[in-house]
């Protein structure tokens, strides 16, 4: 179950990676056409919010799990 939590977790890093590293490209690759630029600029980042939810959803699942594992007690940093 962990290892598929796992493999999850690096496909999202991976598709965030790619989609981060094609809209740099873009920026410095002028191209001519800045409607279809801007279509694409708005798939991307509607892809990008996406898995911004999912990684915020895993995130609360964890969350959850860890609270319950531990009582919700805070952990507390060490100055």
Do not use: P, W
Not at 46 to 64: A, F, N, W, Y
């Amino acid at each position: 179950m962990t290892s598929i939590r796992r493999i999850r977790d690096r496909q999202i890093q991976d598709r965030i990676r790619e989609i981060t590293g094609k809209i740099i490209k873009r920026r410095s690759e002028v191209r001519g056409n800045a409607y279809e630029e801007k279509r694409q600029a708005e798939l991307e980042l509607r892809e990008l919010r996406k898995l911004e939810t999912e990684v915020k959803q895993r995130r609360t699942q964890i969350d959850s799990r860890f609270k319950a594992y531990t009582g919700d007690v805070k952990a507390r940093k060490k100055l």
